[in-house]
C-alpha cells in the first residue's frame, strides 16, 4: 500500500514538472503594429485600415502557426495619437487573437523617421521606454 501512494504522489509530481517546463519552452511571437500621426497603422510591414486590424491579425497569428506560442503585440505610436485611439487599435488586435500580452511605446516622432515598410529594423537603433507591458 504505502509502495502504491509512493508511486502515485512521484508520478503527480513528475507529472506537474513535465507541464511546467513545456509551458517554459513555449516560443513568443511578437507582432509589431506602428500607428504614426496621421492614424495610419502598419501591422508588421503592411498599412491595414483600422476596420480591417482583426482579420489581418487573425491571418497573421494562423499562418505561424501559433498554437505553441505565446502571443505579444508590440505597438508603437507616436506621442501625438490620441491613447483612446491606441485602446481602440489594441482591441481590435484582441478580437483577433485574445489572451495576447500587451507591450505599448509612444515614439517622439521628431528624433526618428520610421515610416516605410522597414520600420521595425529603424526602431532597433532607438532606445524605448515601454509604457505598458
Same mark, same amino acid.
Given at each position: =500500500?504505502?509502495?502504491?501512494?509512493?508511486?502515485?504522489?512521484?508520478?503527480?509530481?513528475?507529472?506537474?514538472? @513535465?507541464?511546467?517546463?513545456? *509551458?517554459?519552452?513555449?516560443?513568443?511571437?511578437? +507582432?509589431?503594429?506602428?500607428?504614426?500621426?496621421?492614424?495610419? +497603422?502598419?501591422?508588421? $510591414?503592411?498599412?491595414?485600415?483600422? *476596420?480591417?486590424? #482583426?482579420?489581418?491579425? *487573425?491571418?497573421?497569428? &494562423?499562418?505561424? =502557426?501559433?498554437?505553441? $506560442?505565446?502571443?505579444?503585440? #508590440?505597438?508603437?505610436?507616436?506621442?501625438?495619437?490620441?491613447?483612446?485611439?491606441?485602446?481602440?487599435?489594441?482591441? $481590435?488586435?484582441?478580437?483577433?487573437?485574445?489572451?495576447?500580452?500587451? =507591450? #505599448?511605446?509612444?515614439?517622439?516622432?521628431? &528624433?526618428?523617421?520610421?515610416?516605410?515598410?522597414?520600420? @521595425?529594423?529603424?526602431?532597433?537603433?532607438?532606445?524605448? *521606454?515601454?509604457?505598458?507591458?
Amino acid at each position: =500500500m504505502k509502495n502504491t501512494i509512493a508511486f502515485t504522489v512521484l508520478a503527480f509530481m513528475s507529472f506537474s514538472l @513535465f507541464a511546467q517546463i513545456s *509551458e517554459a519552452k513555449k516560443a513568443t511571437f511578437f +507582432i509589431n503594429v506602428y500607428i504614426n500621426q496621421d492614424k495610419d +497603422i502598419r501591422l508588421e $510591414k503592411d498599412i491595414v485600415a483600422f *476596420e480591417n486590424i #482583426r482579420n489581418e491579425v *487573425e491571418k497573421l497569428v &494562423s499562418s505561424k =502557426m501559433t498554437n505553441n $506560442k505565446n502571443i505579444v503585440y #508590440r505597438i508603437y505610436a507616436d506621442n501625438s495619437v490620441d491613447e483612446n485611439y491606441i485602446d481602440s487599435v489594441e482591441q $481590435k488586435m484582441l478580437n483577433g487573437k485574445p489572451n495576447a500580452e500587451i =507591450m #505599448r511605446f509612444l515614439l517622439d516622432k521628431g &528624433s526618428i523617421d520610421i515610416n516605410g515598410p522597414n520600420w @521595425f529594423q529603424k526602431l532597433e537603433a532607438v532606445k524605448l *521606454e515601454k509604457v505598458k507591458g
